[in-house]
Structures are given as structure tokens and as C-alpha cells.
């Protein structure tokens, strides 16, 4: 089993920025793919993007081009998520999962609210 | 707003069978993949199902997977209190080029 450990809640102010971090062990960000999913209150789950490291690919759901990045630094053994424009749609709890939604991080709320 | 359609709750006695099914297309389920999840309230979804009908280590027999065509099922059989969480397939869409989630069905033992 791999543990992922994602960065604590916050609250944004609409038209804020994100960014979610994902720490993992040493290597894991190199091998395995990495997907970040979110789920807002009371509702399903949404792909928003990921990362496949072995072909230097990242894809995102259209619905969030243009304002959506994720990134890895393998020097600190983490992934990042950056959302943008924030508005209260975006509130969510947002999760990443590697190696095909095999392994899961505990989950990062995120309340979008002025 | 998701793809793939899956009944809004399920229910059964327990140690029945209880069947979610996922409808997708072309596009997604009947060229790529299902996965299945396992989401307990207030916790991270667990894998239970990927490649139409394979069990990661640990996940008990009890779970089974199956894919034709555009739809896919999961059956849990034996059902137990425990079984009661909210379960979603999903796919790789390769006209939408990501990933894909079900509506999610909430499973609830009798």
C-alpha cells in the first residue's frame, strides 16, 4: 500500500487561487500515474486532470482548461493541483489518486466563500 | 456531469445479491476499461474493481465485476451491513480524453 498525504483544508475568497499538494513516497511520481479527483458536498465524483509521468503527459477535463495545473517535483516527492477563478462552484473536498485510482490521499477541503 | 448513468440506490436483504449497473458509450465503456469504487461516508473512494472485473489484493470475492458492450455491472453477493456506502464505476473516454465517473448508487442492506 502506498499513503498519500494531502495538505490541510482552507478557505479561498471567489477569484482566489488553489493549490493542493500530494506527498508520496520518494520515487512513486516517477512510475505510477497521478489523477486528481473532487467531490462537492452531497454529490458524486469528477475527474479534474492527471499526469502520466512515463510519457511526460497531462491531461484535463475540458471543463476546467485554462484555469487548471498540476504539476510533480520529485525532489520533494509531491504533486500539486492549481485551480484558479475560483467561485463557489469550486468548493469540493479534492482528492489525488495514483497508480490507476489504485491509492488514494485522506482528501483537502476547499470552501470557496467571502 | 457525468457519462456514465448508474441507478440512484440499490438495496437488499442481507446475504442476497445485490447488481449496480453502469451505462456509458462507445467512447468510454465500450472501449476502455471500468473501474469500481467504494466510498464510505466522510472517507476517500476505494478501489474494489479495475479492469472490468479484476480484485486488488484484499478486496473479498464477495465483489465481482463484469463489462458487455457499453454497460458494465457490480455484484456484491452476501450481502452485509457492511456493504452500505455509495459505489461508482468509471472509464477512460477517449473523446473526452480523461476519465469519466458514474452518478454513483448508494447501496443500502435491508
Known amino acids: 500500500q502506498v499513503r498519500l498525504v494531502q495538505s490541510g483544508a482552507e478557505v479561498k475568497r471567489p477569484g482566489s487561487s488553489m493549490k493542493v499538494s500530494c506527498k508520496a513516497p520518494?520515487?512513486?511520481?516517477?512510475?505510477?500515474?497521478l489523477n486528481w479527483v473532487r467531490q462537492a458536498p452531497g454529490q458524486g465524483l469528477e475527474w479534474l486532470g492527471g499526469t502520466i509521468p512515463l510519457v511526460s503527459t497531462t491531461n484535463y477535463a475540458q471543463t476546467f482548461r485554462g484555469r487548471i495545473t498540476i504539476t510533480t517535483d520529485e525532489s520533494l516527492a509531491s504533486a500539486y493541483l492549481q485551480l484558479s477563478e475560483l467561485t463557489s462552484a469550486d468548493t469540493a473536498v479534492y482528492y489525488c489518486a495514483a497508480a490507476a485510482f489504485d491509492f488514494w490521499g485522506q482528501g483537502t477541503t476547499i470552501i470557496v466563500s467571502s | 456531469q457525468s457519462v456514465l448513468t448508474q441507478p440512484p440506490s440499490a438495496s437488499g436483504a442481507p446475504g442476497q445479491t445485490v447488481t449496480i449497473s453502469c451505462s456509458g458509450g462507445t467512447s468510454n465503456v465500450g472501449s476502455n476499461f471500468v473501474s469500481w469504487f467504494q466510498q464510505f461516508p466522510g472517507a476517500a473512494p476505494k478501489l474494489i474493481i479495475y479492469?472490468?472485473?479484476q480484485r486488488p489484493s484484499g478486496v473479498l470475492d464477495r465483489f465481482s465485476g463484469s463489462k458487455s458492450g457499453t454497460s458494465a455491472s457490480l455484484a456484491i453477493s452476501g450481502l452485509q451491513s457492511g456493504d452500505e456506502a455509495d459505489y461508482y464505476c468509471?472509464?477512460?473516454?477517449?473523446?473526452?480524453?480523461?476519465?469519466?465517473f458514474g452518478t454513483g448508487t448508494r447501496v443500502s442492506v435491508l
Open positions: 479492469r472490468n472485473d
Open positions: 468509471a472509464s477512460l473516454d477517449d473523446s473526452l480524453r480523461g476519465f469519466v
Open positions: 520518494g520515487g512513486i511520481f516517477k512510475i505510477y500515474d
